[in-house]
C-alpha cells in the first residue's frame, strides 16, 4: 500500500481544486444513518477515541460561511486516515430503503480509494451495486468484537511510516500555551462581543497571559489559502466597521464611556491575527501572499509542524 500523502486535485462537484491532503489527520469518518445506530455509534466512539483516532461525522459540525458538502463531508473523508460506513438500510412501512447520504458517502470513500469498513446488520440485504463488495455483517451482540478487530486492522494498514502531527483541541491549546496565550474565557459581555466578530468566519479569541493583549485564532487546516486569505481581509473589514461606528453608535444613544473607548484603543493597537494550515509549503505560500497584501494587524501563520515541533521540544 502506498503511504505517502497525496492531494485532492480534482472536485467531484467541479468546484476549484481544493488540495486537501488525504490521511493528513488521525481521524476516522464515519457515515451513518442519524436516525439509526446509535448503539453502533456509541461503540464504535469509543473504540476509536481509546486507540487514539477522533471520530468524525458528518453531523457533528457546523461550518458557517463554508461549502456545507466540501466541509462537512468530502474534506473530512479525504483527510481521514480510514473511513466507517454503517450501511444498515431505513425501514419503512416494512419495508428496507438504503439511506441516499450514507450511500452517497460510501461512494465518495470507493471514488477516493480509501481504506473504509463497511457494516450492515445481518438480517439486512445491501443494495445491489455494493452487495458485491466484502462487508463486515454483524448482530448486537457481536457488533464490539467485530468492529474492534476491523478497527484494529484498519489501523495497522493505514498508519503512514511517517505519521503526520494530529490537532484535536488539547494539542492545539498545548502549543498555544507554549506561545503565552489561552483561550479567552466568554464571561464579559465585552469580549463576548469580540469573539462573536470572528466566530462566523471560524476564529477563536485568545488573550495573552496578562490579559492585555488579544488575538484572533483561526485553524484553517481543512481550507485553501484563498479562503485563508478572504476570512483574514472579511475579519479586518467587519472589525474596522464595527470600530469606526462608535462615534455614530453613541450619537444614536448607545452607551460608550472613556473606558470603554480607551480599552478599545489598546484592543486595537495590541491586536494580532493568528491561523494555522496543514503543510509547510501552505505557510510558506500563505506568508508570501500576505507580505504582498495590506493588512492593518500582524498576522502569524503556523503549519502543523511548528505545533509539533515545538510540542516535541517542550514535552
Not at 473530512?76 to 438504503?98: A, R
Amino acid at each position: 500500500m502506498d503511504k505517502k500523502i497525496r492531494r485532492n486535485e480534482f472536485c467531484v462537484i467541479n468546484q476549484p481544486r481544493c488540495d486537501f491532503a488525504f490521511s493528513s489527520t488521525r481521524t476516522a469518518f464515519i457515515g451513518y444513518g442519524f436516525s439509526e445506530s446509535a448503539l453502533e455509534m456509541d461503540i464504535l466512539k469509543h473504540l476509536l477515541v481509546a486507540r487514539g483516532i477522533e471520530p468524525t461525522e458528518a453531523g457533528g459540525t457546523i461550518a458557517p460561511a463554508q461549502n456545507a458538502f466540501c466541509t462537512k463531508i468530502c474534506a473530512k473523508i479525504i483527510t481521514s486516515q480510514f473511513c466507517v460506513i454503517l450501511l444498515n438500510n431505513d425501514v419503512k412501512e416494512g419495508k428496507e430503503i438504503p439511506n441516499a447520504n450514507v450511500n452517497m458517502e460510501y461512494g465518495l470513500m470507493l471514488g477516493f480509494n480509501k481504506y473504509t469498513i463497511p457494516f450492515q446488520r445481518e438480517e439486512q440485504v445491501l443494495p445491489f451495486n455494493v452487495a458485491g463488495l466484502d462487508t463486515v455483517k454483524y448482530t448486537n451482540q457481536n457488533f464490539k468484537t467485530k468492529a474492534e478487530q476491523a478497527i484494529d486492522a484498519a489501523i495497522a494498514t493505514t498508519t503512514q511510516d511517517a505519521a503526520p502531527p494530529i490537532n484535536p483541541d488539547q494539542i492545539i491549546e498545548s502549543f498555544l500555551l507554549s506561545q503565552h496565550v489561552l483561550m479567552v474565557p466568554l464571561i464579559a459581555e465585552g469580549d463576548k462581543n469580540l469573539f462573536e466578530l470572528g466566530r462566523p468566519l471560524g476564529f477563536n479569541m485568545l488573550m495573552t497571559f496578562d490579559g492585555m493583549q488579544y488575538l484572533y485564532f483561526g485553524n484553517f487546516t481543512l481550507l485553501r489559502s484563498e479562503a485563508v486569505l478572504w476570512r483574514l481581509r472579511t475579519l479586518e473589514e467587519i472589525i474596522e466597521a464595527r470600530f469606526g461606528s462608535l462615534k455614530q453608535r453613541a450619537a444614536l444613544g448607545f452607551t460608550i464611556t472613556t473606558q470603554h473607548l480607551s480599552a478599545i484603543k489598546i484592543f486595537a493597537e495590541k491586536l494580532q491575527l493568528w491561523v494555522l494550515v496543514t503543510s509547510d509549503d501552505e505557510k510558506a505560500t500563505l506568508t508570501k501572499t500576505i507580505e504582498k497584501t495590506k493588512f492593518q494587524w500582524p498576522i502569524k501563520v503556523f503549519a502543523l509542524s511548528d505545533i509539533a515541533e515545538t510540542l516535541k521540544a517542550i514535552m
